[in-house]
């Protein structure tokens, strides 16, 4: 059942090609179950079921409603091995290739392949490395060569588009 388990950093945070720290990392070495792992402080913290564990604490209330707040544990994991954890970079301008009738004006966006190996030896994290970090100049060149024509960054469309998505990410 599922297809990826989530792994979210609180400490050791694995930057972009371009040195953000990119979110929403994903693994299919684990269980596969659409768990979500987490790191603190070089310390693995796992399996949990979205649905297991919650609780719901009422925090504050007064005439115009109630505050909750949502709480969940998770496990210490003990877990020796190694790890691919992979996500977009979605700090990075994505890169806009024209052609792919995604939307209406036929531009679509591309985002940095991110993407580490960690090393843990009993739930401790002992090495993490990056196995692939795409930047928006590897991007245009692979792209490129895949046949695709990648826009220039001042197009005028572009330049539309990439207004739009700086407004989003607010
Ligand atoms: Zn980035």
């Not at 990056?130 to 245009?140: A, F, G, I, N, Q």
Request: proline fraction near 4%; aromatic fraction near 10%; hydrophobic fraction near 30%.
């Amino acid at each position: 059942m599922g297809m990826y388990d989530s792994v979210k950093f609180f400490s050791d945070k694995p930057k972009c090609g371009a040195g953000h720290e990119p979110e929403g990392w994903q693994t299919k070495d684990l269980k596969n179950d659409m768990a979500t792992y987490y790191v603190v402080d070089g310390r693995f913290y796992g399996h949990l079921r979205s649905e297991d564990d919650w609780q719901e604490k009422i925090v504050e209330v007064d005439q115009s409603g109630i505050v909750l707040s949502l709480t969940h544990r998770s496990k210490a994991e003990v877990f020796t091995g190694s790890i691919l954890v992979y996500t977009h970079c979605k700090k990075c301008q994505p890169v806009f290739t024209d052609g792919q009738a995604v939307w209406n004006d036929g531009l679509a966006p591309h985002e940095p392949w991110v993407e580490y190996e960690l090393t843990f030896a009993d739930g401790v994290l002992v090495k993490s490395e990056p196995v692939k970090l795409e930047t928006r100049e590897s991007m245009r060149e692979d792209l490129t060569k895949h046949g695709l024509r990648v826009m220039p960054d001042d197009d005028r469309v572009v330049q539309k588009r990439i207004q739009q998505w700086r407004e989003g990410k607010r």
